[in-house]
């Protein structure tokens, strides 16, 4: 059986010592680092941007995951490439021309996803979902880490697991915010492929069993 994909979310880890999480997630079981970008208007709170991307580049061996919380996101796709973004996440919300704003992030080399407010439903994808590399489901609001995990999530797998299914296509199955060990197993049995999370892990006394146990399997 296939392990679950895990990213750990550095908008938890410490700032002053980010060479620590970065050694963490390249020496230990986690396959992708999870940068989230804010801008203050998409989300209420401000996170970081292309020059700690580019620091991290440089010493990451594993894929970065990018989620953009910004408005106009297709502004700054060749940006977020040469920052060194490997996939590129924008929330459906934020994209007039969904379809246009893919083509150009593999038109850049880059993987494309998209992410869904927990308010928007999977079926609004059933036209787009072939060119999807990664469907991000959020599970809590965007904007902060460390909020509770909203209990609709597991049914919105689901629906995107069947979708999958119906169209034939490989996209993969993200989930955000809140994710913790009472909760995995049951997104692992709807369906999820791939687990984002930030003040689990790096809240945890030992992060690398927290990412152990995520990764177990049910
Ligand atoms: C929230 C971000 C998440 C966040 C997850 O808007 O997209 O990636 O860092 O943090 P936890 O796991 O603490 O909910
Ligand atoms: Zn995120």
């Known amino acids: 059986m296939k392990s679950t994909i895990i990213a750990p979310s550095l908008l938890s880890a410490d700032f002053l010592d980010l060479k620590k999480a970065v050694d963490f997630i390249n020496n230990g079981a986690s396959d992708w680092f999870h940068l ?12 970081y941007g292309f020059p700690i991307l580019k620091a991290l580049k440089k010493q990451s061996k594993k894929p970065l995951d990018v989620h953009l919380m910004i ?4 502004r700054y796709i060749e940006e977020f490439k040469k920052a060194g973004a490997d996939i ?3 929330h ?22 998209v992410a869904l407010n927990p308010h928007t439903p999977v079926d609004l994808l059933k036209d787009i979902i072939q060119d999807i590399d990664l469907l991000l489901i959020m599970s ?19 629906d995107a697991k069947n979708l999958i299914i119906k169209k034939n296509t490989k996209t993969l199955i993200e989930v955000d915010g809140g994710v913790d060990d009472s ?28 990412v152990k146990i995520l990764k177990s399997s049910v």
């Open 36 to 47: 989230d970008i804010m801008d203050g208007v998409f989300v209420p709170n401000i996170s």
């Open 71 to 74: 408005v106009q996101p297709e």
């Open 88 to 90: 590129l996440t924008v």
């Open 92 to 113: 459906y919300e934020a994209c007039t021309h969904l379809h246009r704003t893919l083509a150009k992030i593999k038109s850049e080399g880059m993987q494309a996803g």
């Open 140 to 158: 809590v609001n965007p904007g902060f880490g460390g909020q509770s995990f909203i209990e609709n999530t597991y049914s919105k797998i689901v």
């Open 183 to 210: 909760n995995f197993r049951k997104m692992l049995e709807a369906g999820v492929d791939a687990l984002v999370a930030g003040s689990y892990i790096f809240g945890a006394e030992k992060p690398e069993e927290a």
